[in-house]
Each structure stands twice: as structure tokens, then as C-alpha cells.
């Protein structure tokens, strides 16, 4: 008799980083294969900088995404002037630190608010809870605000900034100029502390990941616009090193590469961030953390979106903080003149760690790019973590699956999450 088998099927995931389904199979009770099948033809952008002028890539590179343009940004300011040999000054690593912040208070308040909480409160879009939960959404709403309008004032826009350049920006702004966006942040910092208070209160499923953690480490800081290279198991490594632990490999159901560290699966982002470097994390952030019952580390996926609360009060804080201690630099921007070379940049983009390589020829051009995002990275992961949710909830009916699928999607990347109702699942049995 041939042994009965299950078959869930998603035909189309909406992402921004492309188009996707996800196809998991059972057959006798035990779990067949899970793939996570991206099929978006490649974008192209690493193929497309080569020949290009070595000041382009921040803002080309920045069109990779709309929500995270400023990790892509920071991350090629960070390799060419590592390739270049320039060191920029600290006072404008500082007010990248604070674009950065900017980006990160807008994305994590836009995936929290409009993209997973509803899963956690039984909606299936953000309409039908902010009809219940109008206070919620418009707080929602407010920090995203705060956040566009800090990338505005920084970085000229708040999708694709324009005011990012090689060694700084192009314009810097006065001291006084600050006053109604520290005054915006300070209300938004209530916002984000009652966020905290909000989420914690979700019930979130039983699962505990294993996977080895890679995130970005500073002393003194929580990581943002630039550190080194950390992990929970095995040494760290320095940034140049990136590509000799991290290898990229197709996949016969995917067109997106998966990433190994060291041979072995791994997990960047929220998660991965937060238990590497939960103890650099400011004062009321610690105490957000600690009173929404978080630990030092957390493996729990369902939990990110209470991490990346507690990062949006971080961010917050720091931004207040640079703000406070803002000096005007005399120049908006050091020189980066073009040297033949390589050099690598990684920084933490809300989704995780985001490193860029490029090799720069000696007319000053792009000879070679290689950019690893933290989804690519994340895939193998998150295939793994499907099955196993699956596996341990096969009792449960088709709905409840589904919706168990769709919050261990979410709990990872808030690109997948750009359509509510992205994920359609189909059971089928024979």
C-alpha cells in the first residue's frame, strides 16, 4: 500500500525582493521537503554595476529596495571607501548612524503595525483591525512618520535618499534645524515604549530555532551603520573575510541563492542581532526588553516582532542622542578619490546583516560587485523552520496551518509581507 502523503502548496508569495511559492510535502507522517521556491528572474544589479563609475553605487544599489535603501547605501559607502582607503570622519559616520535610525524606526513600524500584527490578533489585513483597534494603527502610523521624516531631513527623501554620497553627504544640516525632529522623536519614543507594552502581549506559538546566529557587534553600541562581525558558535571573523565563511549556492527550486556559514545554516536579523548584542542596548531599551519578559538571548521566530519593538525604542534613543550631540561638521563630506582595489562593507539592515563587496579597476570603475542580503541569507533557515512548524502541528485543520505558515514567514522578512494576503495555502491528500 503506498504510504498517504500531504502536499501544501503556495503558489505565489509576494515579496519585494521578487516572486516566490512554497511547496511542502509529508508522506507517512514524516516530512518530505520543504522549498521555498523563489522564481523572480534576477534583477541583475551586480552584472549591471560592473563598468559603472565607483561613486554610483550608493545610489544605485539603493533602488535594490524601497523600504531598506539606506542599508544598501550605507553598506557600498562602506566597501568603496574601504577599497579607496578613507576612513571618513566620526561626526559623519554619526549622522549616517542617525539616517540609519530613521530607516530602521519606518521599516520595523511598518512590518509590526501593518504587516504582522494583524496575524497575531486574527486579522487578515490591516483594515479590518484598525477598525477595532483604531488607537493601535494610528500609533503605528505616527512612528513610521517620525521615522520617514528623519530620512527626509538626513537624507533628502525618505525612499531612495538622495543627500547620501562617497565619504558623507552632500549637504549637512545646522544644530537648530534639529529642534521640531528631536520634539517629533520624543512623542514617538511614548509611541514606542507603549508598542513594546502592546506586543508583548500577543501569544506567540512554541518553537525554538537552533540556528547558528550572525549579526554585527560594536563596543560600546548597539549595532547599526557599521561594526564586526559576530556569532553565537565559533570565533568571529573580520569583514574582509565575509565570502571565505559565507558561500552562496544555487538551488535547483530557487533562482535566489542560499547562503551557508561555514557549510552550515545560519540565521541573521532581528533575533540574531538582539541575543548577540542585547547587552549594549540603552538603558530604556533594556528595560522595554526586560519588562516585556525578553531574555538576554531569544530563538523564538514569533518573537522578533517584540525585538524589533524594543529596536524601535533603541532607535529612538539614539537618534535623540546624536541629535544632542550634534556638531556641525566643517565639511559635509572627505575625499574619496578613486585607487584600484577591493573592499568590503557590511552594516545591519532591519532585516539583517547586509554585506557588499566591489573591486574597483584603475580607470576608477567597478570591475566585480557581490552584495549578500539578509534574506538570501536567511532562506535555508526559514525552510527549515516552515518544516518544522508544519511537522509539529499537523493535528492542526487547514486554516490554522495557514495561518501558522504565514506568521513564520513573517516573522522574518517584512518584504514578504508587502501583501496581506500573500500566502494561500492548499492542502491536498491522497
Known amino acids: 500500500m503506498t504510504p498517504p502523503t500531504r502536499s501544501l502548496r503556495v503558489d505565489a508569495l509576494t515579496r519585494v525582493e521578487g516572486e516566490g511559492a512554497l511547496n511542502i510535502s509529508l508522506r507517512a507522517g514524516e516530512l518530505e521537503s520543504v522549498q521555498l521556491n523563489i522564481y523572480e528572474p534576477p534583477r541583475f544589479f551586480e552584472a549591471f554595476l560592473r563598468g559603472r563609475a565607483y561613486t554610483e553605487p550608493p545610489d544605485l544599489t539603493a533602488r535594490v529596495c524601497g523600504i531598506c535603501p539606506v ?3 550605507v553598506s557600498a559607502c562602506n566597501a568603496i571607501e574601504d577599497a579607496c582607503g578613507v576612513q571618513v570622519d566620526e561626526d559623519i559616520v554619526a549622522l549616517r ?9 519606518n521599516s520595523h513600524a511598518l512590518h509590526i503595525y501593518l504587516l504582522h500584527a494583524p496575524d ?7 483594515v479590518g483591525m484598525a477598525r477595532d483597534h483604531p488607537a493601535a494603527v494610528e500609533r503605528g502610523l505616527a512612528l513610521k512618520k517620525a521615522g520617514n521624516r528623519l530620512m527626509e531631513f538626513v537624507g533628502g527623501r525618505a525612499i531612495h535618499p538622495v543627500n ?12 537648530l534645524e534639529f529642534a521640531p525632529i528631536a520634539e517629533q522623536l520624543r512623542r514617538a519614543l511614548d509611541d514606542a515604549l507603549a508598542t513594546v507594552e502592546w506586543v508583548s502581549r500577543f501569544e506567540f506559538p512554541d518553537l525554538e530555532v537552533e540556528h547558528e546566529f550572525l549579526a554585527l557587534t560594536a563596543t560600546g553600541r548597539y549595532p547599526i551603520e557599521n561594526g564586526a562581525i559576530a556569532r553565537s558558535v565559533g570565533l568571529p571573523f573580520p569583514v574582509a573575510d565575509f565570502t571565505s565563511h559565507i558561500a552562496e549556492a544555487q538551488v535547483p527550486h530557487s533562482t535566489a541563492l ?9 540565521l541573521t536579523g532581528p533575533l540574531a542581532r538582539y541575543s548577540l548584542n542585547s547587552s549594549a542596548l540603552s ?3 533594556a528595560q522595554a526588553a526586560a519588562s516585556a519578559g525578553l531574555p538576554p538571548e531569544c530563538r523564538n521566530p514569533f518573537r522578533s516582532i517584540v525585538v524589533r519593538a524594543v529596536e524601535v525604542v533603541y532607535a529612538i534613543e539614539e537618534a535623540l542622542r ?5 556638531q556641525r561638521p566643517a565639511h559635509p563630506f572627505v575625499d574619496v578619490g578613486a585607487r584600484s582595489g577591493i573592499g568590503h562593507g557590511v552594516s545591519e539592515a532591519p532585516r539583517g546583516l547586509l554585506y ?5 579597476d584603475t580607470d576608477g570603475l567597478v570591475a566585480a560587485a557581490t552584495m549578500i542580503p539578509p534574506t538570501s541569507q536567511n532562506q535555508a533557515a526559514i525552510e527549515a523552520d516552515l518544516g518544522r512548524a508544519v511537522f509539529d502541528n499537523l493535528s492542526l485543520d487547514d486554516a490554522a496551518l495557514t495561518m501558522l505558515c504565514e506568521k513564520v514567514i513573517r516573522s522574518y522578512d517584512p518584504c514578504i509581507s508587502c501583501s496581506t494576503h500573500f500566502l494561500t495555502l492548499r492542502v491536498e491528500h491522497h
Do not use: K
Not at 164 to 175: A, M, N
Not at 322 to 326: G, H, L, Q, S, V
Open 356 to 360: 557588499h563587496r566591489y573591486e574597483i
Open 120 to 126: 497575531f490578533l486574527g486579522y487578515s489585513d490591516i
Open 283 to 285: 538603558v530604556v531599551a
Open 97 to 105: 548612524r542617525l539616517l540609519y535610525c530613521g530607516e530602521w524606526i
Open 71 to 73: 542599508a544598501y547605501q
Open 164 to 175: 547620501v554620497r562617497l565619504g558623507g553627504f552632500y549637504s549637512v544640516p545646522t544644530r
Open 322 to 326: 546624536i541629535i544632542a550631540e550634534y
Open 258 to 266: 542560499h547562503a551557508t556559514l561555514d557549510g552550515g545554516r545560519y
